[in-house]
């Protein structure tokens, strides 16, 4: 199946509704049950404390435990206290990490409307916005949210804040043409509005094709939620000691280099000025090299 960008508004109405009219209330109610509701849906909160609790369930955490525990019981205080202060900043930091992680998804969920202007046997009727369901066509008006993902149908001088999407600052110009470019970027399927956005400027109107957790603002929520999951710590960047011998070696080469090369005045320096420099197939001098940066490795 084609993506809907690249579909005729009515092939995308006849793909959702299986008809170019709108919905029924029978047809509403099937979808509702069939896609639930359109919301960001979110696991059951834990409070700061269960969080930084939680930090301590880590299976390098439980050895670094054990090691304070045994340095304390052979005299090894000073060795012991640095393990400690360790494994607390690092359980502050995993609760930071994941206390902000709920905040962006509690504002992720305020992104969506509070209300729509949906079509429905044939009457515009004003609904809230976690009644919406596939196949739905709202209409919009300037300054209205955009509850949902959704093809556009009509278009008349639309343009649409997106920039909780993409970070475009400036309204995007939509239109209603078929785009027939494969895998597009977001910002760049101008027959397309999403979730989370809303329209600056002109109206018209759009037929649901996605809700709740499926819309683009939904994918974000679920990668807030599984990449920074109670517990885990956040990657922290190493220098590794191959990157950084091999590092030293560069540096040192290069300044062994830079201390031998022949002065203005010497003979080896004007017989080498007149001569023009060789150039390998590649284009390159022959005489030039490329140094490595000191490799840096995530663990």
Do not use: W
Not at 197 to 222: C, D, H, Q, W
């Amino acid at each position: 199946m084609k993506p809907y960008y690249q579909l005729s508004g009515e092939e995308v109405l006849r793909e959702v509704n299986g008809s170019e009219e709108p919905l029924t209330k029978e047809q509403v109610s099937e979808n509702q049950k069939k896609y639930g509701p359109n919301e960001l849906t979110e696991g059951k909160k834990k409070t700061t404390v269960q969080i930084f609790l939680e930090q301590y369930k880590d299976f390098l955490v439980i050895i670094l435990i054990i090691a304070a525990i045994a340095s304390g019981f052979m005299g090894d205080i000073e060795s012991a206290a640095v393990i400690v202060i360790v494994i607390t900043m690092n359980a502050i930091l995993g609760t930071v990490q994941t206390v902000k992680a709920e905040a962006s998804l509690a504002s992720l969920k305020k992104l969506s409307g509070p209300e729509a202007k949906v079509l429905r046997d044939g009457v515009v009727v004003p609904i809230p916005s976690a009644e919406v369901t596939v196949g739905d066509i709202i209409m919009l008006e300037a300054g209205d949210y955009i509850p949902a993902d959704g093809r556009i149908l009509e278009c008349a001088s639309m343009k649409v804040d997106e920039s909780a999407l993409t970070g475009e600052s400036l309204g995007v110009e939509k239109t209603t043409d078929v785009i027939e470019q494969d895998e597009v970027p977001l910002g760049d399927r101008i027959n397309m509005v999403y979730s989370g956005s809303f329209l600056t400027y002109g109206r018209g109107s759009f037929v649901v094709t996605e809700i709740g957790m499926n819309t683009e603002v939904g994918k974000i929520a679920s990668l807030l939620k599984t990449t920074c999951p109670a517990g885990a710590a956040a990657p922290r960047l190493r220098p590794s000691a191959r990157g950084g011998r091999a590092g030293a070696r560069a540096a040192r080469a290069n300044r062994s280099s830079q201390g031998s090369r022949p002065a203005a005045g010497s003979p080896r320096y004007h017989k080498n000025a007149g001569a023009p420099a060789r150039r390998s197939p590649g284009g390159a001098p022959s005489g030039g090299s490329c140094r490595a940066a000191p490799a840096v490795s995530v663990r």
